[in-house]
Each structure stands twice: as C-alpha cells, then as structure tokens.
T-cell receptor
Framework: AQSVTQLGSHVSVSEGALVLLRCNYS??????LFWYVQYPNQGLQLLLK??????LVKGINGFEAEFKKSETSFHLTKPSAHMSDAAEYFC???????????FGKGTTLSVSS | ETGVTQSPTHLIKTRGQQVTLRCSSQ?????VSWYQQALGQGPQFIFQ???????GRGNFPPRFSGLQFPNYSSELNVNALELDDSALYLC?????????FGEGSRLTVL
C-alpha cells in the first residue's frame, strides 16, 4: 500500500533562507508523487508533480523537488523563502488504482522577516 | 482560479442530522473526487465519481454517499452526522489525472 510521511509538522525559516520540507514515501509500484500548498481558508494548489520522467521536478513559485528512489524521498526545496510562502504544505502519492491521492499530515511553513 | 466551486462555504449542523454538499467541476472535467480534511490533518479520500459512477472509495462508512450528475457536478451526502464529521470537505475535479481543488465546505457538527 502507498503512504507518505512528512518529517516535521512545523518548519520556521527567515526570509531569504533555504526552504526544505521533507517527505518520504512507501509504494509497492513506481510512485506518482505530488506537493500541494494550502493557504488559510483555501483549497489545495498543485506545486509540482513527479510522474517517472526527470527526477528533478520544477514547480511554481520557485519550488522544486528531487525524487530519490534509493532514499524513498521527495523533498521540497526553495532557495530563498519569501513571506508569501507561509502556508501548509502537503506531500501526496497516488494510490495503486490511480483513483485517489494519499496525503501526508502536512508541514506548516512559517517565514519571519 | 481553479474553476471548481463548492457550496455552502460554511455550515453548522447538529448530531444526527443530514447534510448535502455541492460541487461544480471545472469545465470539461468528467471526474470528481471528495476529500475530508480534519483540523490539523491532511485530506483523506472519500470517493471518486467518473461519468456518474462511483469508481473508487476510501475508508468511509456507507452513511457517506454521493452523486454525479450528467453535467459532471456532484453532491456529497452525509447521514446521521457525528461530532467527528466536523471537517473541511474538499471537492476536486480532473480530466487527465491532475486534480483541481475547490476551496471547500467547512462543516461543524455540534
């Protein structure tokens, strides 16, 4: 069965600092992996996705993630944090049937000036 | 602007009541999924509809039911509400597999 684990429920960075949000996955088949962002009182917005093409995936708003099969990881990074990046971030893996996403518990990113 | 709209945005019910939540999918999207997001948790898959048929279901009891209409809009019905049903209910539509989420309906059960 597929699952994801997000390490760290809360990450705090200073504006301009590197952002690193960690996600490890478990999957019995080659995974399709996703990162979503959720701003307060809003739905989920897709940041980027990995679908077995390039292992380094670039997304919106300057975010990128690298798929590492040997480490079963799909960590999200951004070189320089901006105040507007403060939000909840969710890692997800598609289920084997292809009918649903299985989400992690989320990581809250705080950005201080 | 994702094009997925949900109603109502907020509602309050009491235990034992029934609720219906509505979702209009993005134009051209024939698949609708529903997720429950409890406070401080990630979304959990309830079910998915494709061309008016349920084609996937998560670990939710039968009192959670749904419909998809010919125009691909959808309803989520929850009977016999329990306190633990308090959550944000998210609808997502898709056509090629990528999910586009609405802003959700926040249900409070007292």
């Amino acid at each position: 069965a597929q699952s994801v684990t997000q390490l760290g429920s809360h990450v705090s960075v200073s504006e301009g600092a590197l952002v690193l949000l960690r996600c490890n996955y478990s999957s019995s088949v080659p995974p399709y992996l996703f990162w979503y962002v959720q701003y307060p009182n809003q739905g989920l917005q897709l940041l980027l996705k990995y679908t077995s093409a390039a292992t380094l995936v670039k997304g919106i708003n300057g975010f990128e993630a690298e798929f590492k099969k040997s480490e079963t990881s799909f960590h999200l990074t951004k070189p320089s944090a901006h105040m507007s990046d403060a939000a909840e971030y969710f890692c997800a893996v598609r289920n084997q049937a292809g009918t649903a996403l299985i989400f992690g518990k989320g990581t809250t990113l705080s950005v201080s000036s | 602007e994702t094009g997925v709209t949900q109603s109502p945005t907020h509602l309050i019910k009491t235990r034992g009541q029934q609720v219906t939540l509505r979702c209009s999918s993005q134009s051209g999207h024939n698949t609708v999924s529903w997720y429950q997001q409890a406070l401080g948790q990630g979304p959990q898959f309830i079910f998915q509809y494709y061309r008016e048929e349920e084609n996937g279901r998560g670990n939710f009891p039968p009192r959670f039911s749904g419909l998809q209409f010919p125009n691909y809009s959808s309803e989520l019905n929850v009977n016999a509400l329990e306190l633990d049903d308090s959550a944000l209910y998210l609808c997502a539509s898709s056509f090629t597999g990528e999910l586009f989420f609405g802003e959700g309906s926040r249900l409070t059960v007292l």
